[in-house]
C-alpha cells in the first residue's frame, strides 16, 4: 500500500484545512515545492498535490507551482483541484503530472468525464468526496443528492480505473478514518481505491492495513504528517 502525502496549496502556500473549510486553514510552509522536496528525502513514493484555490474558484489557479514541483521532484505526483474543461485536461496531461483528479465535473458533466477518460486514461483519477454518504462538488462547498457508493458503480462502468475516495467529515479532523465507509465503497467496486480523509495516528494505518480490502491501493495523509504524529518511514514500515 503506498502512501502519499498530501500537498494543499492555497494562495501560493502549503497549507491544511479542517473539513473542506477554505476559512479554516493551518499554514505549513511557505514554500510548496521545498515541502515537496522534503517529503521525497524522507522516502515518499508519491505526492498528492492539490490546488485548492483551483478547486474553490472553478479554474487552474496554482499549475504552474504545481509543475515545478513534479519537474523538482523524482517521484510521481498526482494533481487535483479546478480540473473543469478538456482543454485543461489536455495541457496537464501533455506535461510533468503523473496522474490527473477530477471531481465536481465527473459529477455534473457526463459528456466532460467520458471525454476525460479518451484524454487522459488510466492516469485519469476521479475523486468521490463524501458528506454524510453523499458526493459533495465545487470545493466540497455543495453537497449533491447522489450515494458514494452509487456514484463510484457509476464511474467504473464509464471506464474510470481510479476513485479517490475521502470522507469529508473527517478531513483534517485527526478523527480516525471512517474505515467502514471506505470498505463499503471499495467492496462495491473493482477498481482501485485511494483512500483519504481522518488519518491521524499509525493505529489508524495499521486498521486500514489489516482491513486487508484487495484493491485500497494506497492512502493520503496529511495533517498527522505535518504534525509530526508519525514519520513517513514509520508509516512505510506499515503500509509496506
Same mark, same amino acid.
Given at each position: 500500500?503506498?502512501?502519499?502525502?498530501? =500537498?494543499?496549496?492555497?494562495?501560493?502556500?502549503?497549507? +491544511?484545512?479542517?473539513?473542506?473549510?477554505?476559512?479554516?486553514?493551518?499554514?505549513?510552509?511557505?514554500?510548496?515545492?521545498?515541502?515537496?522536496?522534503?517529503?521525497?528525502?524522507?522516502?515518499? #513514493?508519491?505526492?498528492? %498535490?492539490?490546488?485548492?484555490?483551483? *478547486?474553490?474558484?472553478?479554474?487552474?489557479?496554482?499549475?504552474?507551482?504545481? @509543475? #515545478?514541483?513534479? @519537474?523538482?521532484? /523524482?517521484?510521481?505526483?498526482?494533481?487535483?483541484?479546478?480540473?473543469?474543461?478538456?482543454?485543461?485536461?489536455?495541457?496537464?496531461?501533455?506535461?510533468?503530472?503523473?496522474?490527473?483528479? =477530477?471531481?465536481?465535473?465527473?459529477?455534473?458533466?457526463?459528456?466532460?468525464?467520458?471525454?476525460?477518460?479518451?484524454?487522459?486514461?488510466?492516469?485519469?483519477?476521479?475523486? %468521490?468526496?463524501?458528506?454524510?454518504?453523499?458526493?459533495?462538488?465545487?470545493?466540497?462547498? @455543495?453537497? /449533491?443528492?447522489?450515494?458514494?457508493?452509487?456514484?463510484?458503480?457509476?464511474?467504473?462502468?464509464?471506464?474510470?480505473?481510479?476513485?479517490?475516495?475521502?470522507?469529508?467529515?473527517?478531513?483534517?479532523?485527526?478523527?480516525?478514518?471512517?474505515?467502514? $465507509? %471506505?470498505?463499503?465503497?471499495?467492496?462495491?467496486?473493482?477498481?482501485?481505491?485511494?483512500?483519504?480523509?481522518?488519518?491521524? /495516528?499509525?493505529?489508524?494505518?495499521?486498521?486500514?492495513?489489516?482491513? *486487508?480490502?484487495?484493491? =485500497? /491501493?494506497?492512502?493520503?495523509?496529511?495533517? *498527522?504528517?505535518? @504534525?509530526?504524529?508519525?514519520?513517513? $518511514?514509520?508509516? +512505510?514500515?506499515?503500509?509496506?
Amino acid at each position: 500500500m503506498i502512501l502519499y502525502p498530501a =500537498i494543499d496549496i492555497q494562495g501560493g502556500e502549503c497549507v +491544511r484545512l479542517r473539513r473542506g473549510d477554505f476559512a479554516d486553514a493551518t499554514v505549513f510552509s511557505s514554500n510548496p515545492v521545498e515541502r515537496a522536496r522534503m517529503w521525497e528525502e524522507e522516502g515518499a #513514493e508519491a505526492l498528492h %498535490v492539490v490546488d485548492l484555490d483551483g *478547486a474553490r474558484l472553478g479554474k487552474l489557479t496554482n499549475l504552474a507551482v504545481i @509543475e #515545478e514541483i513534479a @519537474e523538482t521532484i /523524482s517521484i510521481p505526483v498526482e494533481f487535483g483541484g479546478g480540473v473543469r474543461t478538456i482543454e485543461d485536461m489536455t495541457m496537464i496531461n501533455d506535461g510533468p503530472i503523473d496522474r490527473i483528479v =477530477i471531481g465536481t465535473g465527473a459529477v455534473t458533466d457526463e459528456e466532460f468525464l467520458r471525454q476525460a477518460v479518451k484524454v487522459a486514461s488510466e492516469k485519469l483519477v476521479v475523486s %468521490v468526496d463524501a458528506d454524510n454518504g453523499l458526493v459533495t462538488t465545487h470545493g466540497w462547498q @455543495e453537497r /449533491s443528492t447522489v450515494r458514494a457508493v452509487s456514484f463510484a458503480s457509476y464511474l467504473q462502468k464509464e471506464g474510470i480505473r481510479h476513485i479517490l475516495y475521502t470522507d469529508i467529515d473527517r478531513d483534517g479532523m485527526m478523527m480516525g478514518m471512517n474505515l467502514e $465507509a %471506505v470498505r463499503e465503497l471499495a467492496e462495491a467496486v473493482d477498481i482501485d481505491i485511494i483512500a483519504s480523509g481522518g488519518i491521524s /495516528s499509525l493505529d489508524d494505518l495499521r486498521r486500514l492495513k489489516a482491513a *486487508a480490502v484487495p484493491n =485500497i /491501493s494506497s492512502v493520503i495523509v496529511g495533517r *498527522a504528517l505535518y @504534525e509530526g504524529s508519525f514519520t513517513v $518511514a514509520q508509516a +512505510r514500515a506499515i503500509l509496506d
